[in-house]
RNA sequence: GGUCGUAUGGCGCAGCGGUAGCGCACUUCCUUGACAUGGAAGGGGUCACUGGUUCGAUCCCAGUUACGACCACCA
């Protein structure tokens, strides 16, 4: 191998500085398309990244820039190390976030009733985050709304695309996607089909937890449970021996009472099950029934099954086969008709004083009602307790039976829920044990994955129905589009075999008017960047996916959901890898919330110490450890920067004078040999995903080469003095070798300081598509046995410089003589560096002496005067 | 209540079966011709607690405590 190309005549800048690296760098990566993906490359030799598509419904935070920097590391690491890299970007623009803000940006609010606007103005344009009463905002059409929506995002695209760049996310910009686009809705409705056609999917008309302010089903994926301030009434029923007491936290749900239950073994009611009591105010006859899961501790041992209170309601209602006496409608008001198991005159009364209240109210004035008829023992007993929240939601969810959509997870199917964990088992996860959380999530799935949603802005759910000679759905009979067709829209176009007038006619069809839960979607990320439908000669390559790097916080739901889909629809996992960052917290270490509002905007931190330095900082942090927001890392990471440059301007400095350099000299080959073993730690810490490691290795050794390497070689590579053209050559050589070697190491880190100085001296384009550093180049030729002969100039570099400090002098200050003490097998190796020692130490005789332990004594400095 | 993770100098983190390291901060010094956005030399920790294994534990095992996360619990 020729070292020609280190030879090469530098012509780094006469001042260095990282300013306007970014932009400058930023542009010659497009302009020269250094990311771009080569589809012709071979399967085996493709990196693909299923890239987490950021959610487009509000502001970045620094969160983003510390997870897309560990994926970008990799990235880069793979394309250096000959990998053709996949790294597309998705745009994750579907969702009730995307709806929420649309409304409250626009001052608008979906009526699908409503026809579509030309020219639609919205009422203003840049309002607030915070919610808005639904009354201040102007109904506008379904279609007005998605345009306003498209509209919105793509300001927000550009602004995300913006801050990549400065990032140095080495994305290539012209794959991407995003979730609201035709072609993603195809992608959705066609695995959707798929799983309907293998049975995959299904309807069913059940209680639902039900969101009473958004108006839509949600799924377990979405709950999150909140303390909330309640009440224990203590409420008495007519037994056959008299009152039975129960505790309730919902006494407005009393009219949907269907029984009561305790648990089989409480002795205390055991002689009332299968008895009969009658509830108070409504007089209804409701059994006594037992089940294991009512608790002898809670309240009075006995509670009141309601349709339907909480999900253990729901558990009674379908293991006792209990009747439906559901009173709560969809907008979280009690129904206008009572249960027709309420049969008295005084409770038709009672209820009909309820109809039409919400749960708040009702819950007040039954309590007033059940004081006064003496039902309700003392006053209500404070209590707080979790309640489940959607966790976009501000309002308790309800239960709500309706018809819905679901998948099958394994939350109902055993042996589904074992292959998904087998699937789990072998996707390697960084760090390993995040691969717990998945399966905890598995194991404790309660039911299918419900993915209808009753909302208007989204992938609508491709079906629907025929109607009978009466003019009701046959949701038996569901029609579907063929795949050719899609996307499709089932709300503005037919279905085979039918024309439009026969909409909602008796034996015509109505469309389904529900849209997918936004995870069917993004469960499909690997389809929608790879190109499942649009390319699929693209998509054979990049799937699976070599990594889905994503947060610890989604592996339940991003995660989980992509995996099941991908077992269904290919039958293999989504990706090989796994990688997952922890949080960003403040420097309190506190989590970062919009709701704390702690958040760092990204451009902040980038502007004042630059994307280098706060690359440094993100990609110092493990994958799976959270990291504080620390400008202190920030700092250093933007000193070794500004040092790398200054480093290199002054080692490409020197030139070899010999044509024929070589690196002959021992110290210069112990510099090589030391590097050589970094890059082998560096590179197999980067194929363990450890690329902290690669970074901490790379680092360390780089400050040893400026600190102590370059100060005891810099007056041979000067050639000053005694110095043969030879050995200032190897040492030049030397310096070139190892900063070619080091600026590859540093690249994934720091893409831009480590271009800039790439391109003082070499001409072979971007240093990110460089091959990856191996230690078999720098080996050529050297003898190993000097390997160690580096830590111990180090150390004789140390005890020099303690004698000056101590003296409080100057480095440079002449030394008369002194002595290095070793043991006789390091004395040999240690003479070799006599002349460079003494030329950086200033010293004029430098004596030798053997010992038992290394030391530096008798400095004896030249007098001041003389200096 | 279950599971997982964390616990190392003031702060942020490495580490490892053989009596502790790095960076920041701190102290002192050096305005050296790559860099004052610099450099050098220092001080500072009984490695959360209690047991066990071992010749020897910060590192392995068991338990405890604290913190974080996820799940479960909603009468």
Redesign the pocket.
């Known amino acids: 191998m020729t070292d020609m190309h280190f030879l090469a005549p530098a012509n780094p800048p006469e001042?260095?500085?990282?300013?306007g690296l970014e932009d400058k760098w930023a542009k010659n990566w497009d302009d020269a398309g250094v990311f771009a993906f080569d589809r012709t490359a071979d399967k085996a030799n493709i990196y693909s990244i299923d890239t987490p598509p950021p959610t487009v419904s509000g502001s970045l935070h620094v969160g983003h820039v510390f997870s897309y920097t560990h994926t970008d590391v990799v990235a880069r690491f793979q394309r250096m190390c000959g990998k053709e890299v996949y790294y597309p970007m998705g745009w994750d623009d579907n969702g009730l976030p995307t709806e929420r803000r649309v409304q409250n940006y626009f001052g608008v609010r979906c009526d699908p009733t409503l026809p579509y606007t030309e020219n639609f103005v919205p009422p203003f344009e840049g309002g607030d985050n915070k919610s808005s009463k639904a009354a201040d905002q102007l109904p506008i059409s379904r279609r007005n709304f998605i345009e306003l929506c498209e509209k919105l995002t793509a300001e927000d695209e550009k602004q995300f695309e913006a801050l990549w760049r400065r990032l140095g996310v080495s994305v290539d910009w012209k794959q991407t996607y995003q979730t609201i686009s035709p072609d993603a809705v195809a992608v959705s409705q066609k695995a959707f089909l798929n799983n309907l056609a293998r049975g995959e999917a299904y309807q069913s008309m059940a209680p639902t937890l039900w969101d009473v302010t958004f108006r839509t089903a949600v799924a377990?994926?979405e709950?999150?449970?909140r303390e909330?301030p309640?009440a224990?009434?203590r409420l008495g029923f007519n037994g056959p021996d008299g009152k039975i007491f129960?505790?309730?936290?919902?006494p407005e749900l009393l009219p949907a009472c269907v029984a009561l239950?305790?648990?089989p073994d409480d002795e205390r009611y055991q002689p009332l099950f299968g008895k009969t009591v009658r509830t108070p105010l409504f007089d209804v006859e409701v059994p006594v029934v037992a089940h294991r899961?009512?608790?002898?501790?809670?309240?009075s041992?006995?509670?009141?099954i309601c349709t339907f209170?909480?999900?253990?309601d729901v558990i009674w209602w379908r293991e006792l086969d209990l009747p439906n006496r559901a009173i709560i409608g969809w907008d979280g008001r009690l129904i206008s008709e009572a249960p027709e198991a309420i049969t008295s005159e005084k409770g038709k009364e009672v209820f009909a004083e309820l109809a039409g209240k919400t749960t708040f109210s009702a819950k007040q004035r039954i309590v007033e009602l059940l004081q006064e008829s003496g039902d309700m023992v003392g006053e209500p007993k404070p209590?707080t307790?979790?309640?489940?929240f959607f966790e976009k939601g501000d309002k308790p969810l309800e239960i709500v039976s309706t018809r819905q959509w679901y998948i099958r997870n394994g939350g109902r199917d055993e042996s589904l829920r074992d292959e998904l964990i087998a699937k789990g088992k072998n996707l390697a996860f960084h760090?390993d044990?995040?691969r717990?959380?998945y399966e905890?999530?598995v194991n404790?799935l309660?039911g299918d994955w419900l993915i209808s949603r009753q909302r208007f802005f989204g992938v609508p759910i491709p079906v629907w129905y025929a109607l009978d000679a009466d003019g009701n759905p046959d949701y038996d009979r569901v029609l579907t589009p063929s795949h050719d067709l899609l996307p499709v829209d089932p709300s503005s176009q037919t279905p085979a075999g039918y024309t439009e007038d026969q909409r909602g006619k008796a034996n015509g069809f109505i469309g389904e008017v529900d849209i997918m839960d936004t995870w069917a979607t993004s469960s499909l990320t690997p389809q929608l960047a790879g190109g499942w439908i649009a390319d699929p000669e693209k998509f054979a390559k990049v799937f699976p996916f070599d990594l889905r790097p994503q947060g610890?916080?989604i592996?339940?739901t991003w995660l989980f959901s992509t995996l099941l889909r991908s077992h269904q629809e290919h039958g293999e996992l989504p990706w090989t890898n796994a990688a997952i960052s922890g949080?960003i917290l403040d420097p309190d270490?506190k989590?970062m919330s919009k709701s704390k509002g702690n958040v760092v905007v990204p451009a902040e931190p980038i502007d004042n110490h630059g994307a280098d330095a706060v690359r440094y900082w993100a990609a110092?942090?493990?994958l799976?450890?959270?990291?504080?927001f620390?400008e202190?890392?920030m700092?250093?990471g933007?000193?070794l920067a500004?040092?790398l440059l200054?480093?290199s301007?002054?080692?490409l400095?020197f030139e070899p004078s010999d044509k024929n350099a070589k690196v002959t000299e021992a110290i210069d080959q112990s510099l090589l040999l030391n590097l050589a073993e970094v890059v082998n730690e560096a590179t197999k810490a980067f194929q363990s995903y450890d690329h902290?490691?690669a970074l901490?290795v790379a680092e360390?050794f780089f400050?040893n080469f400026?600190?102590?390497y370059?100060?005891l070689v810099?007056?041979r590579a000067?050639g000053?003095g005694e110095y043969t053209s030879a050995e200032q050559s190897s040492a030049a050589l030397a310096l070139r070798k190892a900063l070619h070697t080091m600026l590859r190491l540093f690249a994934p880190f720091l893409p831009f300081a480590t271009d800039e100085v790439w391109a003082w001296w070499q001409n072979t384009g971007s240093i990110h598509r460089a091959a990856w550093p191996t230690a078999e180049e720098l080996l050529e030729g050297l003898d190993g046995s000097n390997i160690a002969l580096l830590e111990l100039s180090k150390e004789a570099?140390?005890g020099l410089?303690?004698a000056?400090?101590?003296a409080?002098?100057?480095?440079?200050a002449n030394v008369e003589s002194a002595t290095l003490v070793s043991p006789a097998t390091v004395l040999t190796e240690l003479r070799k560096l006599e002349a460079d020692f003494k030329a950086v130490g200033k010293i004029e005789t430098l004596n030798f002496e053997e010992g038992e332990e290394f030391a530096v004594k008798d400095v004896v400095l030249a007098p001041a005067e003389e200096v």
């Open positions: 001042k260095v500085s990282l300013e377990q994926a709950l999150e449970d909330q309640s224990y009434h129960i505790e309730t936290t919902r239950v305790a648990h899961l009512a608790s002898q501790e809670k309240g041992g006995i509670a009141m209170g909480d999900v253990t209590i307790h979790p309640v489940k760090p044990f995040m717990v959380r905890n999530w404790g309660t610890q916080d592996i339940r949080w270490r989590k110092s942090a493990r799976g450890t959270d990291a504080a620390d202190g890392m700092k250093i933007r000193r500004i040092k200054n480093a301007k002054f080692a400095s902290t490691k901490e360390q400050w400026t600190d102590n370059l100060e810099k007056e000067y000053h570099l140390f410089r303690k000056k400090s101590d409080q002098v100057s480095m440079k």
